[in-house]
């Protein structure tokens, strides 16, 4: 298998992404970041361009959008998650399909926040899209909804933000209160600086949107304004304390289904399958004839979720 790809977004996953690809037998011909963009049809050297980022914040002399023009098979957009428009990330896939290029997708936005407008730009193009890493890193939740059929699985819920997971799964086992547990998660770097899209629930709302827009096959169409959100930041310590006394803790399980999206701080047993510790998260799939499934493992990380990109290049070529 061989192919060519065009990766916007030099962040974790992007940079991961070009750092793997050969192992894939993946030929990357033009990355781009914010600023600029380095494209070579020969193929590119992934040291000398994060060389490159790392000394003066640039991987080329070319302008962003001209890797939108590069010889590819595939587009590879992996620039950061934002809200409402999701732009730049819709433009990039649009720009994309209308080349007639497939795109895989590891920027949430516009699988959330336009997911018909997106359905629209597949169905007139001779690409295709696949998202699999904006839900759950590397996890194959999406290809195992699809391999199921959408029609076949009822609900989807999980633990969907590993953040969120770190400082409630602290919180628990020492007895420390969130402010002490989120500045210690900042340190570590499992935690932004601004850890507003973890903590709030935004991040999991947005996974349990496309698990949504997944499930209802077209039939409905949903974006963040339709989910029910709360987030950690108001979970005290004693909570946490008087759970644990009752055989059970708390996490913040995001749920998804035809009927609506909820995101929330929720009293599980100890012993429940969603009780997953640390970054670790769980997508549950409730099926019409096989019971329950579990998938866990890791949702967020660079290489990891680069693993789930590189899976949907070789599905689409």
Do not use: W
Not at 158 to 178: H, K, P, S
């Amino acid at each position: 298998m061989s192919g060519r790809l065009a990766v916007l977004g030099a962040g974790a996953v992007g940079r991961s992404v070009v750092e793997l690809a050969e192992e894939y037998d993946y030929t990357v011909t033009a990355v781009a970041d914010s600023q600029s963009a380095a494209i070579d049809a020969k193929g590119l050297d992934p040291e000398a361009i994060f060389t490159r980022k790392d000394a003066d914040g640039t991987v080329g002399d070319e302008n962003p959008e001209a890797a939108l023009d590069a010889s590819y098979d595939v587009l590879v957009e992996a620039t950061p998650t934002t809200l409402g428009d999701a732009e730049p990330g819709f433009a990039h896939v649009k720009a994309g399909l209308e080349h007639d290029r497939h795109v895989v997708l590891a920027n949430k936005g516009p699988v959330a926040e336009r997911y018909g407008d997106l359905m629209e730009l597949v169905t007139a193009s001779d690409g295709d899209i696949r998202f699999e890493a904006t839900v759950g890193g590397a996890i194959p939740a999406l290809s195992t909804i699809e391999d199921f059929g959408p029609g076949h699985i009822t609900a989807a819920r999980g633990v969907l933000n590993g953040t969120a997971n770190f400082i409630l799964t602290r919180m628990a086992a020492e007895g420390l209160d969130y402010e002490h547990v989120l500045a210690e998660a900042q340190d570590m770097g499992v935690a932004e600086a601004d850890p507003t899209f973890d903590v709030e629930g935004t991040d999991a709302a947005l996974k349990c949107v496309i698990l949504a827009n997944v499930l209802s096959q077209g039939e409905q169409e949903f974006a963040l304004d339709d989910a029910t959100v709360d987030g950690i930041t108001n979970v005290p310590g004693a909570a946490l304390d008087l759970a644990a006394d009752d055989g059970r803790t708390v996490r913040l399980i995001g749920e998804a289904s035809r009927d609506g999206i909820r995101v929330g701080p929720r009293l599980i047993p100890e012993n429940s399958a969603l009780a997953v510790s640390g970054t670790r998260n769980i997508v549950q799939l409730d099926t019409t004839h096989a019971g329950r499934l579990n998938i866990s493992g890791r949702g967020a990380g660079g290489p990891e979720t680069a693993t789930a990109v590189l899976s949907d290049v070789g599905r689409l070529l």
